[in-house]
């Protein structure tokens, strides 16, 4: 039933509210919802139910973003002998050393392939340390070619 004024019965506010008036008398109680005292009832005004109304809501709050950049690479390497593999693999994992505990710690995954003589390295990390992990690897790779493999 619609308040006929600006004061509200707890019964009422038990309605708008959508709770029980059990729950509506102990906000009183514990002055949570701010009533004035009319004879042997409480009478809360709208001012007070909008007031209170707007505490029940979740209040939304800014959330402190921080954007992240990821990006994954793979780097395919033919032509590779074992021995080589493991020197590429040692020298970027030392060079990764240093990072350890870092925010943007990468990952960083290396295969070797026996059959076909190939290297797969794979990187996920923010996209300046994978360039700088990418021409760390071209300079590996191109001043140490196997000859025979």
């Known amino acids: 039933m619609p308040p006929t ?14 709770v029980h ?7 009183l109680r514990d002055g949570r919802l701010k009533a004035k005292r009319i004879g042997k009832e409480y009478r809360v005004t709208r001012a007070a139910l909008e007031e ?8 939304e709050k800014a959330v402190a973003r921080t954007r992240h950049v990821i990006s994954s690479t793979i780097i395919d390497v033919d032509a590779i002998s074992p021995r080589e593999s493991e020197r590429v693999t040692t020298m970027i994992m030392a060079s990764l050393n240093g990072r350890q505990g870092e925010p ?5 995954d290396t295969i070797y392939y026996p059959e076909p003589a190939r290297m797969r390295i794979t ?9 700088e992990l990418i021409r760390m690897i071209d300079v590996l790779l191109r001043d140490g070619r196997d000859e025979h493999l």
């Open 52 to 59: 209170f109304a707007g505490q029940l809501q979740p209040t």
């Open 104 to 108: 943007d710690f990468p990952r960083v």
């Open 5 to 18: 004024s600006n004061l509200y019965s707890a019964e009422q506010v038990a309605e708008l509210l959508n």
């Open 123 to 131: 990187i996920t990390a923010g996209p300046m340390l994978a360039c």
């Open 21 to 27: 008036v059990k729950t509506v008398r102990r906000y």
